[in-house]
């Protein structure tokens, strides 16, 4: 194991020379002049997301190595995490509910053509996650070429995949991990899995409640998109379409029936 113990010499490390807290405080440059009351809050909901997004990247690096060595309660401990930030980047966007429609009109115009679907690093989870819909990919090619980011993480195997060889190490089926008590510790990760899909899942339906609630459900994003109307599209999108067919087959047409 690594040792991480013995910090390099160097100048006094204090709170804010190690958080770099006069670079961080210097990048909220809000664009309106004057200052428009309310975006301070829009960069810093936008630049936390974008800091989570590099923390869930991190992780999803870490769940890779840990389901190709196979460990699986490692594994589960990494979804955990990764469940846990899901949780924190969905919530901030709580915080921009309180923005009301005229007053994010009167400094909307500044964005010039900024947009969310800009974000290299959510397209990077979303690859990551391994998201190979239509959909998506044709949405990568829609600012050009995509960043490079992305497309390492699309060389490589999907967590679907990677959780499928896994059952193939344990020779067992995705059916038998839901029925056989032995294999709890892979139903386990079957279900942190389905979570993550689920926390994913709720991310999006809450930014285009967001969406919906700020600009209507009309109004074409800056992005050049039909805005709400095309991101309700991506809610229905699944990383790990395996792990819901699954489930239809316990209840076959005559499972569940009540006695005659
Ligand atoms: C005032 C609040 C917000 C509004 C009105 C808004 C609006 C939109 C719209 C209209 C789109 C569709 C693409 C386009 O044409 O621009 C979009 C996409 C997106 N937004 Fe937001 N957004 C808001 C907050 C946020 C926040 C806080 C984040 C966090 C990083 C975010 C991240 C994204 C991402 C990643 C996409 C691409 C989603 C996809 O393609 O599936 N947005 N947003």
Do not use: C
Request: glycine share 6%; hydrophobic share 40%; no cysteine.
């Amino acid at each position: 194991m690594t040792d991480h113990s013995t910090p390099a010499a160097g100048g006094e490390i204090t709170y804010p020379s190690y958080l770099a807290l006069d670079e961080l405080l210097a990048l909220q440059r809000p664009r309106t002049k004057p200052e428009h009351p309310d975006e301070l809050l829009f960069i810093v909901v936008h630049q936390a997301s974008e800091l989570w997004f590099k923390v869930l990247l991190h992780e999803l690096e870490a769940l890779v190595t840990q389901l190709q060595r196979g460990d699986v309660l490692a594994s589960v401990f990494a979804l955990k995490r990764i469940n846990a930030l899901m949780s924190i980047v969905t919530a901030q966007l709580s915080a921009l509910d309180t923005l009301p429609p005229h007053r994010f009109a009167e400094f909307r115009g500044y964005l010039g053509s900024s947009s969310g679907s800009q974000s290299a690093q959510f397209r990077a989870l979303e690859a990551a996650s391994g998201l190979r819909e239509p959909h998506f990919l044709a949405a990568l090619e829609e600012h050009g070429e995509p960043p490079a980011v992305v497309k390492e993480w699309l060389g490589r195997p999907t967590l679907q995949q990677l959780f499928d060889d896994l059952l193939d190490r344990h020779r067992v089926t995705l059916e038998a991990v839901y029925q056989d008590p032995a294999q709890s510790p892979l139903l386990m990760l079957a279900e942190s899995l389905l979570e993550y899909e689920q926390s994913f899942a709720l991310w999006r339906y809450l930014h285009v409640q967001l969406v919906e609630r700020i600009i209507g459900p009309l109004t074409g994003g800056t992005g050049g998109t039909l805005g709400a109307k095309y991101l309700q599209r991506t809610v229905s999108q699944r990383f790990f379409p395996k792990l819901w067919e699954v489930r239809a087959r316990f209840f076959g047409s005559d499972s569940g029936a009540p006695p005659r």
